[in-house]
């Protein structure tokens, strides 16, 4: 008992004393991951986006709600294919287990959730009317920047939340487990997770500035800085 105490007390205190130019290091090895295969995480990531994209076009808020269910899944997927470009220097969506992914199905529960968060916000940033527009798929004519602060203010949840679906599916560890390892590590690692953060909100927030092609090109590079972090945050 004492070991371990130890042993995560120093895990802890290596993670704290990383300074925020620690993810300058994992931009650079993340895009050096990317360039292995960058068509095929780019047709990975618009085949992931396309079909969340189709989901929410089924009627009203249950396409809404589905598709927001299905999107940690598929991001999930995405991740896999990272994992193993990065361990075995090829694209490949072969990993996991039954258990590991019924577990990734429950963990996609927060998705749901989370984009109940920001139709919250965007009720007090656009009203519920124009919100409540936006959940059913019709255009509405809002400011591009309020947009963009209601899809990126999940950023600080998703952030915390990041290491979830890896350590589910690459570790196998418990779904509480997953919870209380990612948020302990993103604490405490908070100086270049707080950059990571940053990257993850512009990739987001760009979003309805761009038709959502910041989503689609930046996406996987993002995820492959995320990786790398990851690999250094859980040695």
């Given at each position: 008992?004492?070991?371990?105490?130890?042993?995560?007390?120093?895990?802890?205190?290596?993670?704290?004393?990383l300074?925020?130019?620690?993810?300058?290091?994992?931009?650079?090895?993340?895009?050096?991951?990317?360039?292995?295969?960058?068509f095929?995480?780019?047709?990975l990531?618009?085949a992931t986006?396309?079909?969340?994209?189709l989901?929410?076009?089924?009627?009203?808020?249950?396409?809404?709600?589905?598709?927001?269910?299905?999107s940690?899944?598929?991001?999930?997927?995405?991740?896999?294919?990272?994992?193993?470009?990065a361990?075995?220097?090829?694209v490949?969506?072969?990993?996991g287990?039954?258990?590991?992914?019924?577990?990734?199905?429950?963990?996609?529960?927060?998705?749901?959730?989370?984009?109940?968060?920001?139709?919250?916000?965007?009720?007090?940033?656009?009203?519920?009317?124009?919100?409540?527009?936006?959940?059913?798929?019709n255009?509405v004519?809002?400011p591009?920047?309020?947009?963009?602060?209601?899809?990126?203010?999940a950023?600080?949840i998703?952030?915390?939340?990041?290491?979830?679906?890896m350590l589910?599916?690459?570790?196998?560890?418990s779904?509480?487990?997953?919870?209380s390892?990612?948020?302990?590590?993103?604490?405490?690692?908070?100086?270049?997770?707080?950059?990571?953060?940053?990257?993850?909100?512009?990739?987001?927030?760009?979003?309805?500035?761009?038709?959502a092609?910041?989503?689609?090109?930046?996406?996987?590079?993002?995820?492959c800085?995320?990786?790398?972090a990851?690999?250094?945050?859980?040695?």
């Open positions: 008992m004492t070991t371990v105490t130890t042993t995560r007390a120093t895990y802890q205190q290596v993670n704290q004393s300074p925020a130019k620690e993810a300058l290091t994992w931009l650079k090895e993340g895009w050096q991951l990317f360039a292995k295969a960058p095929k995480l780019l047709g990531s618009f986006l396309l079909t969340a994209g989901m929410q076009a089924l009627a009203g808020p249950v396409g809404l709600g589905i598709s927001k269910w299905v940690p899944l598929l991001a999930t997927v995405m991740w896999l294919a990272i994992a193993n470009l361990v075995k220097g090829k490949s969506l072969t990993g287990t039954v258990r590991s992914w019924a577990n990734i199905a429950l963990w996609s529960l927060t998705g749901p959730l989370i984009a109940w968060i920001q139709f919250q916000i965007g009720a007090m940033l656009m009203g519920a009317e124009p919100v409540a527009a936006l959940a059913s798929g255009v004519d809002v591009a920047w309020k947009v963009s602060l209601m899809m990126g203010s950023t600080p998703n952030l915390l939340l990041l290491f979830v679906p589910l599916i690459l570790k196998h560890r779904l509480s487990a997953s919870f390892n990612s948020i302990a590590t993103v604490a405490g690692a908070y100086k270049p997770m707080l950059v990571i953060g940053a990257m993850i909100f512009l990739t987001v927030a760009l979003a309805p500035y761009t038709f092609l910041s989503g689609l090109v930046f996406g996987p590079v993002v995820s800085v995320c990786f790398i990851y690999q250094r945050l859980f040695r």
